[in-house]
């Protein structure tokens, strides 16, 4: 008999009903399921490779582990650090840094940046000179050489690459006592830039340079580190790895994954996905409504062919649910030609870069199987109760005159 309830329905879907309103507003009820849940998939589809864009942005910032001190800036017992590092089999690279605000003056113009000292050895666990569009990464033979964030050398208007026109880097001295000169107030130091890379939000004002230079200016001893940086053979197991460390070490240290260097960004992340999944989720709760007046005016329809049904002997239960199943196949339409909307949607974007965030940028566009199943089922759970709800027709409605 529920076979029958089924068959019933989709008659009604498909067939032709007794007037062209009806037929309209059952497909109108369709077509705007299909719309609500494209837009909630391209939306979304969008925003992961906005969060993959992120994340490839930070990528040069911070490492799979950032190992600190808690006990001032620099990290005491370095050379043991370093050989248990090097024993342990989870860990592809490291690298120490050391990074400090500081004066940049270059021809009358002056402004703050952060000077990061790294070793030879950083390119492998945040491999910065690949983002580097003009000029070229330090070879590291001279300790004066540096790559500087975009924004940064437009506005102080410094050359690169170049033998005569040099650029001074200011370093405050920490202590006490008389001033008398001014070497006693800062260090400083000529560098030479050589190569420029992108500034975003996490790189603005950077300037990465060898790690000796920022040793002399900070009048530091060889082989000082405020932190060490860690790149593992497998991220997916930064928990882990940092659990094992910290038991190694011991000490004034504290070990950080990506996740946990970056945990306001990702909270501003998650923050804005869940307001994207609310408001859609809004939307598509608002177009169920569409399929509410589409089973009414089914109702309405169909009403002679109801009591017709009733006196054969077809439970009431049955023609109710002959109505639910109506409103099931609809929504079940909507969302697979909505899916196949957004996916074709997205694939376009990808191919032709159409749209775009800013004039060189276009809008990122990830297809992930989780967004599938994510506004499927928002879809169905909505369209679901509206049928379930406005199927419940009384025998009283149907058998008076």
Same mark, same amino acid.
């Given at each position: 008999?529920?076979?029958?309830?089924?068959?019933?329905?989709?008659?009604? *879907?498909?067939?032709?009903?007794?007037?062209?309103?009806?037929?309209?507003?059952?497909?109108?009820?369709?077509?705007?399921?299909?719309?609500?849940?494209?837009?909630?998939?391209?939306?979304?589809?969008?925003?992961?490779?906005?969060?993959?864009?992120?994340?490839?942005?930070?990528?040069?910032?911070?490492?799979?582990?950032?190992?600190?001190?808690?006990?001032?800036?620099?990290?005491?017992?370095?050379?043991?650090?370093?050989?248990?590092?090097?024993?342990?089999?989870?860990?592809?690279?490291?690298?120490?840094?050391?990074?400090?605000?500081?004066? $940049?003056?270059?021809?009358?113009?002056?402004?703050?940046? +952060? *000077?990061?000292? $790294?070793?030879?050895?950083?390119?492998?666990?945040?491999?910065?000179?690949?983002?580097?569009?003009?000029?070229?990464?330090?070879?590291?033979?001279?300790?004066?050489?540096?790559?500087?964030?975009?924004?940064? !050398?437009?506005?102080?208007? /410094?050359?690169?690459?170049?033998?005569?026109?040099?650029?001074? $880097?200011?370093?405050?001295?920490?202590?006490?006592?008389?001033?008398?000169?001014?070497?006693? /107030?800062?260090?400083?130091?000529?560098?030479?830039?050589?190569? %420029?890379?992108?500034?975003?939000?996490?790189?603005?004002?950077?300037?990465?340079?060898? $790690?000796?230079?920022?040793?002399?200016?900070?009048?530091?001893?060889?082989?000082?580190?405020? !932190? /060490?940086?860690?790149?593992?053979?497998?991220?997916?197991?930064?928990?882990?790895?940092?659990?094992?460390?910290?038991?190694?070490?011991?000490?004034?240290?504290? %070990?950080?994954?990506?996740?946990?260097?970056?945990?306001? @960004?990702?909270?501003?992340?998650?923050?804005?996905?869940? @307001?994207?999944?609310?408001?859609?989720?809004?939307?598509?709760?608002?177009?169920?409504?569409?399929?509410?007046?589409?089973?009414?005016? *089914? !109702? *309405?329809?169909?009403?002679?062919?109801?009591?017709?049904?009733?006196?054969?002997? @077809?439970?009431?239960?049955?023609?109710?649910?002959?109505?639910? +199943?109506?409103?099931?196949?609809?929504?079940?339409?909507?969302?697979?030609?909505?899916?196949?909307?957004?996916?074709?949607?997205?694939?376009? !974007?990808?191919?032709?870069?159409?749209?775009?965030?800013?004039?060189?940028?276009? @809008?990122?566009?990830?297809?992930?199987?989780?967004?599938?199943?994510?506004?499927?089922?928002?879809?169905?759970?909505?369209? /679901?109760? %509206?049928?379930?709800?406005?199927?419940?027709?009384?025998?009283?409605?149907?058998?008076?005159?």
């Amino acid at each position: 008999m529920k076979n029958i309830a089924f068959y019933i329905a989709s008659r009604y *879907l498909l067939s032709k009903k007794g007037s062209t309103a009806v037929t309209f507003i059952t497909w109108l009820a369709a077509v705007a399921m299909s719309v609500a849940v494209a837009a909630m998939f391209v939306i979304i589809s969008v925003f992961s490779g906005l969060e993959d864009f992120n994340k490839n942005l930070i990528s040069n910032l911070h490492a799979d582990l950032t190992i600190k001190s808690t006990s001032g800036k620099t990290i005491q017992n370095f050379s043991k650090i370093n050989e248990i590092l090097k024993k342990e089999k989870e860990i592809a690279d490291f690298s120490r840094l050391i990074e400090e605000k500081a004066y $940049v003056s270059f021809n009358g113009k002056g402004d703050i940046a +952060y *000077l990061r000292g $790294v070793d030879t050895n950083y390119t492998k666990v945040n491999p910065v000179n690949k983002n580097i569009f003009y000029g070229k990464y330090p070879s590291f033979e001279y300790t004066n050489e540096v790559i500087m964030e975009h924004n940064l !050398q437009n506005r102080l208007g /410094i050359a690169v690459d170049s033998e005569t026109d040099f650029t001074t $880097v200011f370093m405050p001295k920490s202590g006490t006592g008389i001033i008398n000169k001014e070497e006693d /107030i800062y260090n400083k130091r000529e560098i030479i830039v050589t190569g %420029i890379f992108p500034g975003n939000e996490q790189l603005n004002s950077y300037i990465i340079a060898p $790690v000796e230079l920022t040793e002399e200016l900070l009048d530091l001893p060889k082989n000082s580190a405020y !932190q /060490i940086v860690i790149k593992l053979k497998n991220p997916q197991n930064a928990d882990s790895v940092k659990q094992d460390l910290l038991k190694k070490i011991g000490g004034n240290i504290e %070990i950080k994954t990506k996740e946990e260097e970056n945990a306001a @960004f990702w909270k501003m992340i998650n923050t804005e996905k869940l @307001f994207i999944y609310l408001i859609f989720a809004l939307v598509i709760f608002i177009t169920t409504f569409n399929l509410a007046g589409a089973i009414i005016i *089914l !109702q *309405l329809d169909k009403k002679e062919q109801a009591k017709s049904l009733i006196s054969l002997g @077809f439970p009431l239960s049955h023609l109710r649910m002959t109505y639910f +199943y109506t409103g099931i196949l609809i929504v079940v339409t909507g969302i697979v030609t909505g899916l196949l909307l957004g996916t074709a949607l997205c694939y376009f !974007q990808i191919y032709t870069e159409l749209f775009k965030a800013v004039e060189d940028l276009p @809008f990122p566009v990830k297809i992930v199987t989780k967004n599938y199943f994510t506004v499927a089922s928002i879809a169905a759970v909505f369209g /679901i109760l %509206i049928s379930w709800f406005f199927s419940k027709i009384s025998k009283n409605y149907i058998t008076k005159n």
